[in-house]
């Protein structure tokens, strides 16, 4: 299973706290398949605050959870469970303050780093033991809670656009099968030398 973090609403559409949402958007885009309704889940009786994109031919479901940010916890879990997914087969996409515009990192695990999303996911897996792809957006010197929220300038988001499809292209990877250690071989070094 493959998570973005975002909020719903179109308000929120191209904002840095979203980045989650527009990986996951990129990759149904390349596969040629839509997000829809939980109804496409048969048997799935969970909460249903999310659209779903079921990938039969990599056995692999995107999901955005559409409970705000700070919520996300409360549909991943127990989607988690009704596929029978262990929580390292549960792969996170979101911004992060703490990297530079741009930067991307696979982890097979690790803490929240402040991260309310991220926050709600570990506490509804009771675990952090799962890989997460962090995306920076960078730190202002306002506040980080309206900074998130805000939408990139001009010439950030052609650069974002960019980082967009290469997150989409990791996550591809490891849909595929790949494990979380390969992606961090195959693509860091790769992301590493685009920034020199």
């Given at each position: ?133 962090r995306i920076g ?60």
């Open positions: 299973m493959i998570v973005g973090l975002g909020n719903p609403g179109d308000e929120y559409v191209g904002t840095r706290h979203n980045v989650g949402f527009e990986v996951l958007e990129r990759l149904a885009a390349e596969w040629g398949l839509f997000f829809e309704s939980p109804k496409v889940l048969e048997g799935y009786t969970g909460p249903c605050k999310f659209t779903a994109l079921l990938n039969d031919e990599r056995h692999v479901l995107c999901v955005k959870p559409l409970t705000f940010m700070n919520l996300s916890g409360t549909v991943v879990a127990p989607l988690a469970n009704w596929a029978a997914l262990e929580p390292e087969n549960v792969m996170v996409v979101y911004d992060d303050l703490d990297l530079d515009p741009g930067v991307l990192r696979i982890r097979p695990h690790g803490g929240t780093g402040g991260h309310n999303g991220m926050k709600s996911i570990v506490d509804s897996l009771d675990s952090d033991r799962f890989p997460r792809l957006i960078g730190r202002s010197g306002t506040d980080a809670a309206r900074y998130v929220l805000e939408c990139f300038g001009r010439k950030e988001r052609e650069e974002m656009d960019v980082v967009v499809a290469e997150a989409a292209e990791a996550i591809a990877y490891w849909a595929n099968g790949e494990s979380t250690e390969e992606c961090m071989t195959r693509f860091h070094s790769r992301w590493n030398q685009a920034l020199q």
